[in-house]
């Protein structure tokens, strides 16, 4: 007697005979079950037999699609994401009860017969005929496993999917042939296995470890009798004996399997009839899937990785091969959200803006020299109802962001002076810095041609006090317009550009900046994070660091794993290590004593600058430890709210301004942030004041003016056109608080 195989199929001489008898009878046999008249045989079955002898022999199993989990960089999950809710489990992790109920319901010959059941053909053949109908099928296990690879492969293409489970005699030969190949090559429990983690299971779920965690919140090595029975019969029909909206047609189905049970012999008779007695007993977990359901409050986070993945070729060439990639899922993707700073920044928002106020706020924490993004965040969550939105306030139009950004004000002039001094101008160089001027020209440009101010445009200060000549430390700390723009027609545009260029600063739309002196007070749109990362170098002496936020990646196929790389932070020198240190002095003058003061860290070394647009429809603040930088922006995503006379969080203002708003935020978001960490120190260098008694009595006078009220001299008109276009939403600008900002169309705001 021939020996069976391990698996409990045929011996390859029993599998060679009964292929032969398939190839003579599979044409006939196959058009009888699916065609109701008997005369119709014979014309179905001619030339079936060269037809299956040239069908390919080899079934290409393409790995299953499965969970992707998302991890933050202590190893705890933020999101699992699928397109197919799956895990993949061996055998030995499936209970009995659940191997035995699909092969009881499904395929009681599973282990007597081959590819194809003759038995079950035969019965099911003249049962149609008698009929006049298709009333019974004979598929076996291993036929329906490799109609669910077809079924696989097809993804989400509906063509795909509509050919894949077509009822033709062609596609059934062509399942015939497959399927005597798998049972060669596999054996039955592989097959078990396979056909058990490749099904679909209703709600979801594919696969049985996703059913079992579906329906009863368990793993299917738990699963009992009874559970296993409801399971099984579902696979006939997921929607018609769904247990979740039809309990009573998936009780009814359950115990047809559990009879059926009984009857092959699997349980006994009196097992049957307690577990028939038994409630269903769900215990339904929802599914859960996707950004939208992270936990930390990081769901754009989350998409921010996702979108990273998706554009960047290191996981593949086209965006195509990339989604097919993370399609297929099971990937562990750990990433460098860290959780103390998440959540510090998280609580800062909520605690300074609230999510049904008429503006947002956002929020990125980056880390100095090493390009990680540790925190993102923002007031209006991830969502499609009302205050809330899809648009990550974070990052830019082709990560998820706004189209374009959002207007900076004076957070840009760092950049100015960086590229001043790189040019070699001194830290103590002075301009006449007049309350009010035309801008200057010409102003030289990169491309030889100088720009010319023939609109006769003009820029004030904040305050009519405020007049020079200056410095560039007190013209910083006061955040004056006229010094920075004079400054810019001193050097030139293009070393601004070569400046802003070398910190990757560029609009959220991803366009470059233009050439014109307006660029200098911030006039156009640029994403938080692209802030905070172009700080970070000042913090890094000069490295810029492209920001990264995956760490690593296993995926899991099948039962085997594997690394892939991910991208890494490329890091270059923007400016020399003593230009960076001259702007961390300069930037440390604006928290100590500057516009910035309110958001100032009384427990380490820190510095930032302060930005408010005009009309006030945007206000920053952007600031920096050694070891941590952070952007904090608060505005109106459509950029039709005007920040005056406004309840912000719960608290009124009557005028919001960078120091204000975004330097609480960004001040409690930092101290959570950074605390039980390291506290290193800047290398500062020497900056002369200018005559002190001079500027004694500038103070005295700008006293007797305006009174201290605590805001730093914040308050008033903000520089810019004197019609007030700065950072206007433009065409693009639409109404409501959730829509996407239009681009800024004027010269910036001063604070």
Known sequence: MPKKRSGGGLSPTQQAAKFLGVSVLAGAVLAGIALPAVGALGLAAKGSVEGFDALPANLKTPPLSQRTTILDAEGGTIATVYSRDRTVVDLKDISPYMQKAIVAIEDSRFYEHGAIDLKGVLRALNKNARSGEVSEGASTLTQQYVKNVFVEEAGD?????????????????????????????????????????????????????????????????????????????????????????????????????????????????????????????????????????????????????????????????????????????????????????????????????????????????????????????????????????????????????????????????????????????????????????????????????????????????????????????????????????QMVADIGLCPVMKMTDALHVVQGSGDKLPEVPAVSLGSKGVAPLTMASAYAAFASRGMYCTPIVIESITQKIGNKQKSLDVPKSTCSRAMSEKTADTVNTLLQGVVDSGTGKAAGLTDRANAGKTGTTDERKNAWFVGYTPNLSGAVWVGSASQQVQMRDITIGGQYHELVFGGAVPGPIWKDAMTGALAGKDSPSFNLVNIPDKDKDKNKDKDKDRDKEKPDDGNNGDDGFIGGLTDGGTGDGGPGGLPGGNLIQGPGNGPGGRR
């Open 157 to 485: 293409d509906p063509t795909k999917v509509a050919q894949a489970t077509q009822q033709t005699i062609g596609r059934k030969i062509q399942e015939l042939k497959l399927a005597i190949q798998v049972e060669e090559e596999l054996g039955k429990k592989k097959i078990l296995e396979n056909y058990l983690n490749i099904t679909f299971f209703g709600q979801q779920a594919y696969g049985v470890e996703a059913a079992s965690q579906r329906y009863f919140s368990k793993h299917a090595k738990d699963l009992n009798v009874q559970e296993a029975a409801l399971l099984a019969g579902i696979v006939q029909s997921p929607s018609r004996y769904d247990p979740v909206n039809d309990e009573a047609e998936a009780t009814k189905r359950r115990n047809v399997v559990l009879n059926r049970m009984a009857q092959v012999g699997d349980i006994s008779t009196a097992e049957a009839e307690k577990a028939k007695k038994a409630p269903l007993g769900l215990k339904v977990s929802k599914p859960k899937n996707g950004c939208i359901t992270a936990v930390k409050n990081a769901s754009f986070f989350c998409d921010y990785v996702r979108e990273v993945f998706l554009s960047d070729k290191v996981f593949g060439k086209t965006r195509k091969d990339r989604a097919k990639v993370w399609n297929q899922g099971g990937l562990t993707v750990r990433t460098t959200l860290d959780p103390q700073a998440q959540a510090s920044v998280q609580q800062s928002l909520k605690d300074h803006v609230n999510q049904s106020d008429s503006v947002a706020a956002a929020s990125t924490l980056v880390e100095p020299g090493t390009g990680k993004v540790l925190a993102m965040g923002q007031t209006k969550p991830y969502g499609y109802g009302k205050n809330e939105t899809e648009i990550n306030y974070s990052v830019g139009h082709g990560m998820g962001g706004s189209n374009y950004g959002f207007p900076t004000g004076s957070t840009f002039k760092p950049f100015v002076a960086a590229a001043a001094l790189e040019e070699g101008r001194p830290a103590t160089q002075e301009y006449s810095s007049p309350y009010e001027m035309p801008y200057p020209e010409p102003v030289q440009t990169c491309s030889g041609k100088p720009w010319m101010n023939t609109a006769g445009e003009k820029v004030p200060n904040e305050s009519e006090s405020e007049v020079g000549p200056y410095r560039l430390k007190e013209a910083m700390a006061l955040s004056v317009n006229t010094y920075f723009v």
